[in-house]
């Protein structure tokens, strides 16, 4: 089993910044993929951007170039940086790992490990 716990989250006005932290616990070191996804009032959970052991991390349109996933190797620490933020980024912010390869942490169907989520809100 493995754990994850997010932080980071908060209030910003657009054009702001935030960094988003999730720490897994557990059996760590099974984990093949993380990954963030969001979640806003009435809409479906999406996918924000995935990071895996083989390949570069992969983001979603509407936040490449914006938003910045990375991991501490020695921690397994998993950051989401999100620079330029609009009000329609406000979402709950979920963490997700893996440990399955094979696009398992590009979906929120398939996806096995899930955080409690942190709320990100961005005013106009």
């Known amino acids: 089993q493995v754990q994850l716990a997010e932080s980071g989250g908060g209030s910003v006005q657009a054009g702001g910044s935030l960094r988003l932290s999730c720490t897994p616990s557990?059996?760590?070191?099974?984990?093949?993929?993380m990954a963030w996804f969001r979640q806003a009032p009435g809409k479906e959970r999406e996918r924000v951007a995935t990071?895996?052991?083989?390949?570069?991390?992969n983001y979603a349109n509407s936040v490449r170039g914006r938003f910045t996933i990375s991991q501490d190797n020695a921690t397994n620490i998993l950051y989401l940086q999100m620079n330029n933020l609009k009000p329609e980024d406000t979402a709950l912010y979920y963490c997700?790992?893996?440990?399955?390869?094979?696009?398992?942490?590009?979906?929120?169907?398939?996806?096995?490990?899930w955080g409690q989520g942190t709320q990100v809100t961005v005013s106009s």
């Open positions: 997700a790992a893996d440990f399955r390869s094979g696009g398992y942490c590009y979906s929120s169907r398939a996806t096995k490990y």
């Open positions: 557990g059996y760590t070191y099974t984990i093949y993929c």
């Open positions: 990071i895996d052991r083989d390949v570069s991390p």
